[in-house]
C-alpha cells in the first residue's frame, strides 16, 4: 500500500469519528433529559403527596375542631337547661371535665345535678362514638369509636364515616370500654395527628410528669393511672408476649401475668402495682423502630 492510500484510509477515519460524535453528544443529550424527566417526575409527585398528606392532616384536623365546637355550643345549650355539663379549659378540651360523684354511670356532678359529658351529642351523630380521650401534654383530643361487629371499621373512617387516611382512635376486638381489660387504637400520623405523639412517653422524663391521663364517656369522666410502656413488635401467639391479647375479662392469674410482664417489660418504672379489680386501658400505635414495631402506653383506672 502506497502512501497515499493510507493518507487515504487515515482520513477515512478521522472523517467517521468526526461524524459519529455528533450522534454521540445528541445520545448523551437525550439521555440526560430523560433522566431530568424521570427524576423531576419523581421529585413533583413526591412533592404532591407530601402536600396531599399534610393537606389530608389539615382536613382530619378541621373535623375534630369543628366538633369541638359543635360540642361547646350544646353543652352550653344543656347547661341552661339544667344539666351539669363538662366544659373546656384551656387547649385541652379533656382538662376542663368535671367527674361525677364516684364516677359511676348515671351519677350527678359536683352541683348535684345529673352529669353529662359535653360530648355525649356525638352519640346522637353517630351511636358507634363511646367517648373522648385526653392525654395533657400531648396532641391526643380525640373521640373513642366502637363498633363490635367490625372493630376496626374506624381504622380509615372519620366520626361521620366518611374514607380518612388518619381514621379515627377505635376500641379494638374483644372488649367494651367496660371490660376488665380494653385496647383503644390510633395510628401514629408523622403530622402528629391522632396517636403520632403517643410516642412522647417513650421519654422518661415526659411521662413521669404525666402520669395520668382522661376517658370521658357519656356520662362519667375516667381517670387512668399509667404503670407502663411496652416498645415491641407484632408477635404471633406462642412466640412471645402478646401484649394485645388480654381483652375482655381476665381471670386473677391472667391479670398477675398481663401486668407482672408489662412492668417487668416497660420502658422505665412508673412505680405503680395494679391491683386485680382494677380496669386496665391500654393505648396503642405502630412504631418504626422496627419492622411491625408497636407502642403501647398501659394504665389502671383511679377514677
Known amino acids: 500500500m502506497d502512501e497515499y492510500e493510507k493518507d487515504r484510509g487515515f482520513m477515512k477515519k478521522d472523517k467517521n469519528t468526526a461524524e459519529n460524535k455528533p450522534k454521540k453528544r445528541t445520545a448523551l443529550k ?16 413526591s412533592l404532591y403527596m407530601v402536600i396531599d398528606y399534610y393537606g389530608n392532616a389539615h382536613e382530619e384536623q378541621g373535623v375534630i375542631d369543628d366538633l369541638k365546637e359543635y360540642a361547646a ?12 355539663i363538662t366544659l373546656p379549659e384551656g387547649e385541652g378540651s379533656g382538662s376542663g371535665a368535671v367527674k361525677g360523684e364516684g364516677g359511676e354511670e348515671g351519677g350527678t356532678g359536683t352541683s348535684g345535678k345529673p352529669f353529662v359529658s ?33 372493630p376496626e371499621y374506624y381504622s380509615r373512617r372519620t ?10 382512635p377505635f376500641v379494638g376486638p374483644g372488649a367494651s370500654i367496660d371490660d ?21 412517653y417513650m421519654d422518661e422524663e415526659f411521662g413521669l410528669s404525666h402520669p395520668t391521663f382522661t376517658f370521658e364517656t357519656l356520662t362519667e369522666r375516667r381517670v387512668y393511672e399509667i404503670f407502663a410502656v411496652h416498645k415491641t413488635k407484632l408477635i404471633f401467639p406462642g412466640w412471645g408476649f402478646v401484649y394485645y391479647g388480654y381483652g375482655g375479662t381476665l381471670s386473677e392469674k391472667e391479670f398477675d401475668y398481663f401486668t407482672s410482664t ?15 379489680g382494677d380496669q386496665l386501658i391500654v393505648l396503642s400505635t405502630c412504631s418504626y423502630h422496627v419492622d411491625t414495631g408497636r407502642f403501647a402506653v398501659i394504665a389502671r383506672r383511679i377514677e
Open 30 to 45: 437525550v439521555i440526560l433529559v430523560l433522566l431530568l424527566v424521570v427524576f423531576g417526575g419523581v421529585f413533583a409527585y
Open 73 to 84: 355550643s350544646v353543652s352550653a345549650e344543656e347547661a341552661a337547661a339544667g344539666l351539669d
Open 118 to 150: 359535653q360530648y355525649a351529642a356525638f352519640h346522637d351523630i353517630n351511636p358507634d362514638y363511646v367517648g373522648w380521650l385526653y392525654l395533657e401534654g400531648t396532641k391526643i383530643d380525640y373521640p373513642v369509636m366502637y363498633r363490635p361487629d367490625d
Open 159 to 168: 366520626i361521620y364515616g366518611t374514607d380518612s387516611r388518619g381514621g379515627t
Open 180 to 200: 376488665d381489660c380494653f385496647y383503644i387504637y390510633g395510628h401514629n400520623m408523622s403530622s402528629g395527628l391522632f396517636f403520632g405523639t403517643l410516642n412522647y
Open 262 to 276: 408489662l412492668i417487668n417489660e416497660s420502658l422505665y418504672d412508673f412505680g405503680v402495682t395494679p391491683e386485680y
